[in-house]
């Protein structure tokens, strides 16, 4: 017998392009997955689904609808776009919430004292995210030329990579203010030219 198009996607489980919604009470909450996928690679929520996968199906259709409205216009600076679609799945509804990788990024959405905060998807879960991978996510769609012109702290930057067998890149914890320190350069000339060259080596592997 032929499965349900959502049976598929249940049987992947949450992962970084996917997170289960049993139901939308906190809109704030809701915002923070929608900016995390928006700021990441895109995914999806599936709302009436517990953590395990199972369909609960919607409350209120109409006021889930609103949450994910207002969650992605109001709370997400900027806004995040998404697409919707309902499935019937066993005489219960679930929602499906398409969030595409966002070329407006980052997207801000409140944290839990309601500072305007960076999220990114990691694994399965949504973290606030680093210094280094907001400047990173700025610098990324800021549409401003990387210059390869290097500065003699930056070279100091470069030589210090070289010398510790360093990568370049934003998924390590860098120790940024040591780093600057032992370079005699700024922390944040230091986390901007950091996230300079892993844009580079991304563009150029070679480099």
């Known amino acids: 017998m032929r499965k ?7 049987e992947q489980g949450e992962h970084i392009h996917q997170d289960f919604k049993y139901f939308l009470s906190d809109t704030r909450k809701i915002s923070r997955s929608l900016a995390a996928f928006a700021n990441t690679e895109g995914g999806r929520l599936l709302i009436g689904v517990k953590d395990n996968g199972k369909v609960v199906g919607l409350k209120n259709r109409d006021e889930e609808r609103y949450v994910i409205e207002a969650a992605a216009s109001v709370f997400c600076k ?16 679930v929602l499906e919430i398409d969030i595409p990788k966002s070329d407006d990024a ?23 995210a680093s210094r280094l ?34 990568e370049f890149g934003i998924k390590r ?10 370079c005699i350069i700024t922390p944040e000339q230091c986390l901007k030219f950091i996230c300079k060259m892993a844009l580079l080596e991304e563009e150029q592997p070679s480099i």
């Open 78 to 93: 900027p806004a995040v776009e998404y697409t919707e679609q309902f499935w019937d799945y066993n005489g219960k509804t």
């Open 106 to 128: 980052p997207h801000t959405a409140p944290d839990e004292a309601g500072r305007a905060t960076v999220y990114i998807r990691v694994a399965d879960e949504n973290k606030a």
């Open 133 to 166: 991978e907001e400047e990173y996510l700025r610098m990324k769609h800021s549409g401003a030329q990387i210059s390869l012109t290097v500065t003699p702290p930056e070279q100091r930057v470069l030589d210090y990579f070289r010398t510790n067998g360093l």
């Open 4 to 10: 349900h198009p959502l049976d598929l996607l249940l």
């Open 173 to 182: 914890d860098y120790d940024i203010k040591r780093i600057a320190r032992e």
